[in-house]
């Protein structure tokens, strides 16, 4: 399973555009690129996710280039309710189920 | 989508007991996922459970440790056996619905042992 790579942290202020890259340099051909969202005391919530090019949806975009070895989460006009843990996944198509999560990446978002 | 929720929401225990977390999901799935997320760290996956065959377990996570039902397509359990202080952690659950890309999870188990 490709393994993911994503900044420890970021901080950021409210009203701005966060863009959190991850790198996934060994992925696979039939790998997709899934993102999770983490408040203090939940569960991961799912945000996007993508094979190729840009998906976007009411809550996030994200970007792939050509060669799928990053991809970006585009978070637009972040808020206080964005801080949180953003976890980078990549995981196959078919086959296993279960997620593997890395590190992640904390946001915080200041007034 | 599915909603799920865990019984109890946290709980302190002492050394050497054990505790059965329950998982309940508002719809049938096949697969449900049992995760633990120490302080401050990232999800590890504990084991995969399925409805009528045995769970999954993960590389250093085993049975006797943490055994886990699933008695039917709505519910699971998972008991954490002798615990010690190293157990203190918070388990989830989770299911696959929605498609077969999207993973829900509850809102998971916060525990204490001392």
């Known amino acids: ?111 | 989508s599915a909603v799920i929720s865990q019984k109890p929401s946290r709980d302190i225990c002492q050394r050497g007991t054990s505790l059965t977390i329950q998982c309940q999901v508002d719809s049938q799935v096949t697969m449900m996922f049992w995760y633990r997320q120490q302080p401050g760290q990232s999800l590890t996956l504990i084991a995969t459970a399925n409805q009528g065959s045995e769970a999954t377990y993960e590389s250093g996570f085993v049975i006797d440790k943490f055994p886990i039902s699933r008695p039917n397509l709505t519910f699971s359990t998972l008991t954490v056996s002798n615990m010690s202080p190293e157990d203190s952690s918070i388990y989830l659950c989770s299911v696959e619905a929605g498609g077969p890309d999207e993973q829900y999870f509850g809102p998971g188990t916060r525990l204490t042992v001392t």
């Open chain 1, 1 to 111: 399973l490709a393994k993911t790579t994503q900044p420890i942290s970021m901080d950021s202020y409210e009203g701005q555009e966060v863009n959190i890259t991850c790198s996934h340099n060994n992925i696979a051909t039939n790998d997709y690129i899934t993102w999770y969202q983490q408040f203090p005391s939940q569960g991961p919530r799912f945000i996007i996710q993508g094979y190729k090019t840009k998906v976007t949806n009411e809550v996030a975009s994200l970007f792939i280039p050509a060669d799928r070895k990053s991809s970006t989460l585009s978070l637009p006009r972040v808020s206080l309710s964005d801080t949180a843990v953003y976890y980078c996944l990549v995981r196959r198509g078919t086959g296993r189920r279960a997620l593997t999560f890395g590190s992640g990446t904390r946001l915080q978002v200041q007034p």
